[in-house]
């Protein structure tokens, strides 16, 4: 739970949703994963952490903080691998994390929340390193 009470204080740091927009019990806790990505031009700076993963259906506004979130984009799961493929040729740019873990567990995530299957497609006892 206490994971879970986190992701709602970062849904309105970083997104600007408002608490109660995505109740708690709505909140699905996938699995863990440890993430490192340089960060900058210089590969100086990076991040290096264990990341839980965890999913929601809500219909929510945003108002992004510019200092978390340059941009958001909504999608279909038929877009993704459109999305995906132009991150691939320097079109855009993802978030590092978010592209692994799309690649990774997001379509069968996707159609597992749309089916409400998730508990089948759950690991929460492994932290994967990506």
């Known amino acids: 739970a206490g994971v879970k009470r986190a992701v709602v204080r970062k849904l309105e740091h970083e997104l ?6 995505v109740p708690i019990e709505g909140i699905e806790y996938m699995t863990r994963i440890v993430y490192k990505a340089a960060v900058g031009e210089d590969d100086k700076w990076g991040e290096h952490e ?5 999913l929601a259906v809500a219909d929510v506004t945003c108002d992004l ?4 979130v340059s941009e958001i984009k909504y999608i279909s799961k038929e877009e993704l691998p459109a999305l995906l ?4 040729k320097g079109e855009l740019l993802l978030s590092p994390w978010f ?5 990774k567990w997001l379509p069968v995530w996707w159609d597992a929340m749309l089916e ?6 759950k690991d929460t006892a492994t932290i994967h390193i990506l």
């Open 65 to 68: 903080n510019p200092n978390e």
């Open 50 to 54: 264990v990341d839980y993963i965890l």
């Open 85 to 88: 493929a132009q991150e691939e």
């Open 16 to 21: 600007g949703i408002k608490v109660g927009s």
């Open 99 to 103: 592209k692994l873990v799309a690649q």
């Open 116 to 121: 409400n299957r998730i508990p089948d497609c």
